[in-house]
């Protein structure tokens, strides 16, 4: 049985962006939704989500009681996700379209490894490493312009250079990156 396993829910605080700023797991019904109302009757943006195959009975709210920003009653499947980030002044924080020319995976270092949400998003990973308590806040910098998410889902990847404003596929780096991947897992486990 895994920690997670007696999680019956948790409630994702919004940011003024709608982003997701902390997730908090409960595992007690009545604090669970408790601290739901509390923040409900405040005005508090949050998302709560419900996992029922946890809950010994289904978890029953007042009549009338609305969830503005939403309420889900699913888990869904988490992905694995890579940050790279390069220091190399000929492309760090450029455009693309700058950047192509010199651009190669070897310039790059892998700075973060986590999982997401199926239903996240590039954007949705952009606002959640660009708060000043984002994950691994002190060895890596805010993701920028010039960094590369890489992304997996059904056993395929695809990478993502950062732009000014959306993001450029960039699957022909993806060997490079996987080989800065293993030898950063390789000094990792040493």
Same mark, same amino acid.
């Given at each position: ?89 000929? &492309? ?56 590369? &998410? ?41």
């Amino acid at each position: 049985m895994s920690k997670h396993d007696n999680v019956i829910g948790y409630i994702e605080y919004l940011d003024c962006n709608g982003c997701v700023r902390e997730r908090i797991p409960y595992v007690d019904t009545e604090k669970f939704k408790t601290r739901i109302y509390a923040s409900l009757y405040c005005g508090e943006p949050i998302i709560p989500v419900l996992f029922p195959e946890n809950l010994s009975q289904p978890l029953l709210f007042e009549k009338g009681t609305i969830f503005p920003w939403g309420l889900r009653r699913k888990k869904y499947e988490l992905l694995p996700y890579e940050i790279y980030q390069t220091n190399n002044r000929e &492309i760090a924080f450029l455009r693309y379209d700058y950047t192509k020319d010199h651009i190669n995976a070897a310039s790059y270092k892998l700075v973060y490894r986590g999982q997401m949400e199926c239903r996240q998003t590039l954007d949705s990973l952009y606002c959640l490493h660009n708060q000043e308590n984002r994950p691994n806040g002190r060895k890596m910098r805010s993701l920028s312009v010039s960094d590369i &998410i890489v992304m997996h889902e059904d056993g395929q990847a695809h990478a993502y250079y950062v732009e000014p404003i959306g993001y450029k596929q960039v699957d022909d780096l993806l060997p490079g990156l996987e080989q800065t991947k293993k030898r950063s897992v390789a000094r990792e486990e040493r």
